[in-house]
């Protein structure tokens, strides 16, 4: 059996879990998520304050969608509770940020300043000019929002300028060194 799988999922008080019609919904404090379980061979049992999510057959498809939907629904109990973040870092010569409105302004090396629209359900805050902080209740929807920044700007191998991930550790090139004997 998998080894993600077969771990069942403890709801903590104020969270509800529900299934019905092959459509998982959790309910929190901070709003509600719903995936939708495309396999039949995977069932959800849902208990007073624990969900374990069963296969019907060992194929290798299954076994497969058996972790992933197990851990979506982890995913999915732990973000109504406390949002998931993605921190950026803003690195070059002038290179600032700020949020106006429901917009990400970037001034980071192009000719005008790039802006992002942000998205419902995303929280996006700037606590200084070279930090970028993405929030929100949906893991899977926070990283999506965050690489779309991140490609607004890729980061430059010489001189480490560009967006870039606070855990990300970026590789520098060595620059030439012409004229040197």
Do not use: W
């Amino acid at each position: 059996m998998s080894r993600i799988g077969r771990k069942h999922i403890d709801v903590p008080a104020g969270v509800t879990v529900t299934f019905e019609n092959g459509v998982v919904t959790v309910k929190g404090k901070l709003g509600e998520l719903k995936q939708e379980i495309v396999s039949p061979d995977i069932n959800v049992v849902v208990d007073a304050n624990v969900v374990n999510v069963t296969r019907n057959n060992e194929n290798k498809q299954t076994r497969a969608y058996h972790g992933l939907y197990r851990q979506l629904i982890a995913n999915m109990v732990a973000g109504v509770q406390n949002p998931f973040t993605k921190t950026l870092i803003v690195a070059g010569v002038g290179y600032k940020c700020a949020v106006t409105g429901n917009k990400l302004v970037m001034n980071i090396g192009y000719s005008k300043p790039v802006e992002y629209t942000i998205p419902e359900g995303i929280t996006i805050t700037c606590p200084d000019p070279l930090t970028i902080v993405v929030s929100g209740i949906s893991k899977e929807f926070v990283g999506e929002v965050a690489a779309q920044i991140k490609a607004k700007r890729p980061v430059e191998p010489y001189h480490g300028y560009g967006l870039h991930y606070s855990t990300e550790k970026v590789l520098r090139k060595e620059a030439k060194t012409a004229g040197k004997k």
